[in-house]
């Protein structure tokens, strides 16, 4: 059954969790080989996932970004590497067709594609020279201009779901003049390639290669977006990271707790959930979720609640919403390790994996050091108005 033909949220998120079920056995294969789960997306997109964040006047659900951010935890909690990479899917194409950013044609003609066949779409903005694309940095991909349209050239680093994108949104420096424009490639286009690069220990299976474009034509409809350099609204889909980071640590909490519960050492009656020591350690894991789901969905809803005007000014928030949730997903799952000991760091472990995968959150934006310099300009600039 489609998730589209579900009329209520709590609906659609049980379908969902019997979806993704199997992605936790298939996470250790992939994680172990390197691999790209082709088979959690073939499962998505038959229960119609990829669609729900497109606009209810494009064909969609239009799902609201609460909504949005518990479907992707629940992702996270079988396999955070599908749960990241689909986000950044459900966030931009919801951020798009909300906002308007493309022409109205071109935003569905895609929508259509995304609601027949699944088709998924990314971001392809971080470069080597450049570094992440929230510090600034000019695009080293060049679009030049022809008579009927454009010729693009340069390499994207980090191109998540580069295995099965059909879309690649990428920026470039426009030949000759101070401009930067986002352009849509598609994945047929001549001259686009993807260079298996990446060999992260965090979040591997999910595909993130460098992406070669060498003489790519597009037309001239596809400068989709101009860019003002160093001006980026505020993006409530974001917070797609700090879900899959909570969804990670939920299911480190949750194999934490039943280790706990089942594991009796012949030194001691009964199993070591019993003991003082562990009992402390799981009471600070549920006091970190609690937390932090707490803070991720009050800002969530105060997002789908609030004006343009207000969302503008939750910049900070929404950074540190990101910044809270994951570095507390890290000490989640550092308990859980504790609690386990020693087999913790085994392969066979999924904690040694959650471990390594919540590590990357550290390097997806806003990141931290920005944060806390926007959470001090907030402060201050209060204080000033007492």
């Known amino acids: ?123 392809a903005a971080t470069e080597p020279a450049t570094g992440s694309p929230t510090r600034g940095g000019r695009p080293e991909t060049v679009a030049k201009q022809v008579e009927s349209g454009w010729i693009i050239n340069g390499r994207k680093s980090f191109t998540t779901l580069a295995p099965i994108l059909s879309y690649f949104v990428v920026s470039a420096s426009i030949d000759g003049t101070d401009r930067v424009a986002n352009f849509l490639v598609k ?39 101009n860019l003002t350099p160093g001006k980026k609204p505020a993006a409530g889909w974001l917070l797609h990271i700090p879900a899959c980071y909570l969804g990670i640590a939920r299911a480190a909490q949750e194999y934490a707790v039943n280790f706990a519960k089942q594991y009796s050492p012949n030194s001691i009656e009964g199993t070591i959930s019993d003991l003082p020591n562990v009992k402390e350690k799981i009471g600070e894991m549920e006091l970190r979720v609690l937390q932090s789901s707490s803070f991720l969905y009050s800002v969530a809803i105060k997002w789908d609640e609030s004006d343009e005007a207000t969302r503008e000014t939750m910049k900070p928030e929404l950074g540190a919403v990101k910044l809270s949730v994951v570095n507390q997903a890290i000490e989640i799952i550092d308990l859980a390790m504790r609690i386990a000991g020693a087999r913790s760091l ?41």
Do not use: C
């Open 187 to 225: 994945r047929e286009n001549e001259g686009l390639r993807v260079d298996e690069t990446w060999d992260s220990i965090a979040m591997k299976a999910s595909g993130s290669h460098d992406i070669v474009l060498e003489n790519v034509h597009v037309g001239k409809d596809d400068l989709v977006e």
């Open 346 to 386: 085994s392969q066979q472990n999924p904690l040694q994996r959650y471990y390594r995968d919540v590590r990357a959150g550290l390097h997806n934006p806003p990141m931290d050091d920005m944060t806390i310099m926007q959470l001090a300009a907030k402060s201050i600039k209060q204080i000033d108005k007492l």
């Open 1 to 123: 059954m489609k998730l589209m033909e579900l009329e209520k949220t709590e609906e659609r998120i049980k379908a969902l969790q019997k979806t993704v079920k199997p992605f936790a056995q298939r996470a250790q294969k992939h994680d172990e080989n390197g691999t790209f789960p082709f088979e959690n997306f073939h499962d998505l997109k038959k229960i119609g996932y990829p669609a729900l964040t497109i606009p209810k006047q494009y064909g969609g659900l239009g799902i609201s970004l609460n909504e949005m951010l518990r479907l992707q935890e629940t992702i996270a909690k079988a396999d955070g590497a599908t749960a990241l990479s689909i986000g950044w899917h459900m966030g931009i194409t919801m951020f798009m067709g909300e906002n308007n950013i493309w022409d109205e044609h071109k935003y569905q003609a895609f929508a259509t594609d995304v609601m027949e066949n699944g088709s998924l779409l990314n971001n």
